[in-house]
């Protein structure tokens, strides 16, 4: 949500159009009717951008019956595409409305006033609302009473397995019933899904049982107090009994605010999501199990703020090792630890450019391979000083 709004910015700059405050997805799993300015202070939003791009709260009432085009613009389109294909509807059109806005703008090879701008939109403009900033930040206090945090984004939530296909762990009625959700939902593409296949290459979520294994191997003590981030976990207690064994200091929004302090945001995903973003931005250590949208954008925010210590699991190699203790041909001990340290060294946040394309890879997949903008913002949203990166601009 965040990247999309940000990048629809930059694109009306591009354009050189007015940007209507975006309507927010009203229809998607959690049915969340948050509007923009429950989300994020509107006012500001507006405010801060106004010497970039002039932004208004609706569509003047002039324009209610002007032609109006939708449009589903192209996936990582960079400033040709815009310039010239989406420009040249102004020649037609009064109004453009964008269908979608995931992934619409290119990561990299735009011009360096656009980079810059998509930086101030997300690392300044995009504030939360107030109230959700005043409960968060109380949150932020009273993780800090217990010592040094560390925020775990545990994405075990029935959306995010009923959409990878991951049921490693689960019961025979479990991936049963993930799979009669992926299966009628209807824009998400994806039907049959090997669990086992996923699995080991990565694209799965590390179960809590797998996280207490890697926080243990990485050298935490058990009074380690953690923030979970993260929705209603699948299985509930049964799932979590392994991981709170290891680390009993495991706490939630739900624990660290009264029932009457959560009851406004309580029935909003995306409101108890930004809760969630703003801990786990300010944390100690950031550690999510899975490198999804929300992931990529704390551990972005966190380089920007000064590459705090965000430590992103090799999920391919780790499952490889949980495998050979599943099998008992490796034990918890030393020998894992070593290992799992090891394999995370060059993972933990320290500065380095955005990575661009995979090697080989062709079209949309080229594009779709590169690290996201928001991901890694270096070199574009940091200055460089003795090439070293320090500062913001």
């Given at each position: 949500m965040r990247a999309g709004i940000c990048d629809m910015v930059a694109v009306a700059r591009l354009?050189?159009?007015?940007l209507v405050?975006?309507?927010?997805?009203?229809?998607s799993f959690w049915q969340d009717s948050s509007n923009f300015s429950d989300v994020f202070?509107?006012?500001y939003f507006i405010q801060s951008l106004a010497n970039d791009v002039k932004i208004v709260k609706k569509l003047p009432k002039e324009f209610a019956t002007a032609t109006k085009a939708v449009k589903h613009f192209i996936s990582w389109s960079g400033v040709e595409y815009y310039q010239g294909e989406i420009a040249r509807?102004?020649?037609?059109?009064?109004?453009i409305r964008a269908a979608k806005s995931d992934s619409r703008?290119?990561?990299n090879n735009l011009p360096a006033d656009i980079q810059k701008l998509r930086c101030r939109a997300f690392y300044n403009s995009l504030r939360f609302s107030p109230r959700i900033e005043a409960l968060a930040h109380l949150l932020v206090e009273r993780m800090r009473s217990f010592g040094p945090y560390i925020a775990l984004h545990l994405r075990y939530e029935k959306d995010m397995l009923a959409f990878s296909g991951c049921t490693y762990g689960l019961s025979l009625a479990e991936a049963d019933e993930l799979t009669k959700i992926r299966e009628n939902t209807s824009y998400w593409k994806v039907k049959d899904i090997?669990?086992?296949e996923q699995r080991v290459k990565g694209y799965c979520p590390l179960t809590p049982k797998e996280v207490g294994i890697l926080l243990s191997a990485l050298g935490y003590p058990s009074n380690t107090p953690i923030y979970v981030a993260a929705g209603e976990i699948y299985g509930g207690d049964s799932q979590m009994a392994d991981l709170r064994s290891r680390f009993p200091t495991l706490i939630s929004k739900e624990n660290l605010a009264s029932s009457e302090e959560l009851e406004p945001f309580s029935h909003y995903a995306s409101q108890m999501a930004a809760l969630d973003y703003i801990v786990s931005v300010q944390s100690d250590v950031f550690i999510p199990s899975y490198s999804g949208n929300m992931a990529r954008a704390v551990a972005g925010h966190r380089r920007y703020l000064g590459h705090l210590k965000t430590i992103n699991p090799d999920r391919k190699a780790l499952v490889h090792l949980f495998n050979k203790l599943d099998r008992g041909s490796l034990n918890e001990g030393r020998k894992l630890s070593e290992t799992i340290i090891e394999l995370h060294k060059r993972r933990q946040g320290s500065p380095r450019k955005r990575k661009g394309p995979i090697s080989g890879t062709r079209g949309k997949e080229r594009f779709r391979s590169e690290e996201a903008f928001y991901e890694n913002p270096l070199p574009d949203c940091l200055c460089q000083e003795e090439?070293?990166?320090m500062h913001r601009s």
């Open positions: 354009i050189n159009a007015t405050v975006p309507e927010l997805d009203k229809r202070d509107e006012e509807l102004w020649d037609d059109y009064q109004v703008l290119a990561n090997d669990s086992q090439s070293k990166f």
